[in-house]
């Protein structure tokens, strides 16, 4: 054992038993808040110190950012053999593995990765050619795209999602499986694969390949597996893969904190583990570091009443504190009003803008506060917007890359195209369709300008050529960075200029995007890179925009993972929380809603407070509509929270107060 950790003296003892588990599968029931990564990184660590090659440790993660915090706090406790542990996400799992070993299923390792939009853009092609254009009821690509990946994900053919997940599309079954054939035929046409296409073709290479199997189950002699209840069945079915030899899986999750369903996250995969493995271990985490007992006995007392729940209660380390309150209040105006007031308040008493949060179920509910806290003048941040890496402006740049990487792709071609002018969308495809009947699209057209009517148009493709040109050289293919800014330097920036309002910050964002190009050796790691952090979580994005003074207003399943000392949780009602079109689709979505409402209280550390609008106002009838409190506040008992009823007093003429709303 290294001598300069001293396990025992570090970790609390539920946490020493996971770090010292003997070899076996094993189950980590982990609570929040209740150190589940310290726990993590330490576990790698006590392998490592037992003389275990680092090369046979994998860490499967959901985030990359995950894997690189705990690798870089595992080499402060081990050394620089833990660069050596593998880990990441499963797409970038299988994103390494299948750069290596496609070609097993029929994938060149040239292959492109698309990202959300490209997908949907191909889809939308493939459309076209099945669906009347002319019928404005026809699924987009948009829609079919959470179709085929939901299929993906949860291992389902197409007909039985659109039966169990989207029955509103059950019309358009035919037309949408044919579709759904022709959009993988020309993504193996185009050499390229979409996100979920990762964990398809990498299970079927370990499913189908029993050699490599042997391989990869061989070499990865410990596998760990971080949120486990947000695995979708296909991403369990690999785990199992890939421990099929040495059964030494450790498995570590929140079954009460299970809350992407929609995303195609299985929950059942917490509740089978131990049929799959009924020789495996249970541990549990259940000292919480993050809240104080009062909120934590109310966020025990709740997911108690679950019908399917492994049993755990999380004890506190904090002092005891206020108890949470429950206020009722007349409506969402005075709701807001009155958080409003709180939050001047709480930051009159010390507490951090930054550190107060508004959570709700659904976005709709925000929007009163929203005006409030606008016309207060108090900074807020709603959590939503494009991501860095999904703007257009980078996105463009980056397709001049794909080209020379990979002259095949289509889609990159055709977006590039059409930046210029004279070239639209049938000039676009007449210039593939001369080119794309050549091996090699990208000679050929540094060789042939391809014929095109319009002057305008010819010129553009010579200005292209010389673009091209330039950042396909062998050193330009080997220092990604010079590439992007020789496609800003030569016409991109220009075309910025005439087409954004917000030029400045564009182009700092592509300064930005030059700069942290320098770290990859070549422009397919950072293709591939960039394809894989625009599907980051949204959790990892909040995590890198939280520092702003202001306050945080977002949905519950947007803050899981983050903590805030005081929170607020809107719309306690039923019909909103649990929400009553969850419940029409499939009853037991109250199960998930319930640990919706779990998450969303133990987001506090110091400060609670639930609210309950005893009415709605609907702005097309100017009606009340009288509202119940949610079940989830019915059945608490009644000692847990202080309640505060605030609707008596908040009298007002309801049609001048719609005026001065609507302004």
């Known amino acids: 054992m290294s001598p300069h950790i001293r396990y025992e003296e570090e970790l609390n003892p539920q946490q020493y038993a996971v770090v010292t588990a003997e070899d076996g599968p094993a189950l980590v029931i982990a609570g929040t808040g209740s150190g589940k990564t310290r726990a993590l990184t330490y576990r790698v660590a006590y392998l490592l110190d ?68 490209d997908a949907e853009s191909l889809i939308n092609q493939c459309i076209k050619e099945f669906m009347p254009s002319r019928d404005k009821r026809v699924p987009r690509g948009e829609v079919l795209a959470a179709v085929f990946s939901y299929g993906v994900n949860m291992m389902k053919n197409v007909e039985n999602v659109i039966e169990e997940r989207f029955p509103h599309l059950v019309e358009f079954t035919d037309e949408i499986k044919r579709v759904a054939t022709r959009y ?69 999750g929140d079954d009460s904190q299970s809350i992407y369903s929609f995303r195609g996250a299985n929950p059942d995969n917490m509740f089978t583990f131990l049929e799959k493995y009924p020789e495996a271990s249970v541990y549990k985490l259940e000292i919480n570091y993050r809240s104080i007992p009062e909120i934590l006995e109310l966020a025990n007392a709740s997911i108690q009443c679950a019908r399917k729940v492994y049993p755990k209660r999380l004890t506190a380390v904090k002092p005891s504190g206020e108890l949470p309150e429950v206020v ?20 009159r008493d010390g507490v951090p803008i930054q550190e107060i949060a508004v959570l709700y179920r659904a976005h709709y509910q925000s929007m009163a506060l929203q005006m409030e806290l606008t016309r207060r003048g108090i900074p807020f941040e709603v959590r939503s917007g494009p991501r860095f890496f999904e703007q257009a402006h980078v996105k463009d740049v980056l397709a001049y890359l794909r080209i020379a990487c990979n002259p095949r792709d289509e889609l990159a071609w055709k977006r590039v195209l059409k930046l210029y002018p ?67 330097n030569k016409g991109y ?64 399943h947007q803050a899981k993972g983050l903590e805030w000392d005081a929170v607020f949780i809107l719309g306690l009602n039923e019909g909103r929380f649990p929400s009553a079109r969850a419940l029409k689709e499939n009853p037991e979505n109250e199960e998930e809603e319930r640990r919706l409402f779990y998450v969303a209280v133990t987001r506090a550390r110091k400060i609670l407070k639930i609210f309950i609008p005893r009415a709605s106002v609907s702005r097309r009838d100017v009606d009340r509509l009288m509202l119940k409190p949610s079940r989830f506040i019915q059945e608490l008992p009644p000692h847990l929270y202080e309640e505060v009823d605030l609707s008596g007093v908040f009298i007002r003429n309801f049609e001048e107060e719609y005026d001065d709303w609507s302004g």
Not at 84 to 90: K, P
Not at 493 to 503: G, I
Not at 522 to 536: I, K
């Open 184 to 252: 993988q035929s020309e993504k193996l046409k185009n050499n390229a694969l979409d996100f979920d296409d990762l964990l398809y073709y990498f299970f079927r290479l370990l499913k189908d390949c029993n050699d490599l199997r042997e391989v990869y189950s061989s070499r990865f002699r410990y596998v760990l597996v971080d949120e486990y209840q947000d695995t979708s069945r296909i991403q369990a079915e690999i785990v199992d893969l890939l421990s099929s030899l040495h059964r030494n899986i450790m498995v570590v």
């Open 422 to 488: 004279g070239i639209g969308s049938r000039t676009a495809d007449k210039v593939w369709s001369q080119i794309s009947e050549y091996p090699d699209p990208l000679a050929f057209f540094l060789n042939n300008i391809p014929t095109v009517k319009q002057r305008t148009g010819k010129r553009s493709l010579e200005h292209l050529l010389q673009v091209l040109k330039a950042i396909s050289t062998v050193e330009m293919k080997n220092n990604p960075s010079a590439a992007i800014a020789a496609v800003i």
């Open 50 to 117: 037992k003389g275990v090659d680092p090369r046979s440790i994998l860490l499967a993660t959901f985030t990359n950012k995950a894997a690189r915090e705990m690798l870089c706090r595992v080499e402060g406790l081990s050394g620089e053999k833990a660069r050596s542990v593998l880990g990441g996400t499963f797409h970038h799992i299988a994103h390494l593995i299948l750069r290596a070993r496609g070609y097993r299923v029929g994938i060149e390792r040239s292959f492109t990765i698309l990202d959300r939009e």
């Open 328 to 347: 009722y209040v007349s409506d969402e105006f005075h709701e807001a009003r009155y958080i409003a007031d709180n939050i001047v308040e709480l930051e």
């Open 493 to 556: 920036d220009d075309y910025m200029k005439t087409h954004f309002v917000n030029y400045q910050a564009r182009k700092d964002d592509l300064n930005q995007l030059v700069e942290y190009a320098r770290s990859f050796p070549n422009m397919e790691q950072l293709l591939a890179e960039m394809a894989l952090v625009s599907h980051a979580s949204a959790d990892e994005l909040q995590e890198s925009e939280g520092a702003r003074e202001r306050v945080i207003l977002t949905t519950i």
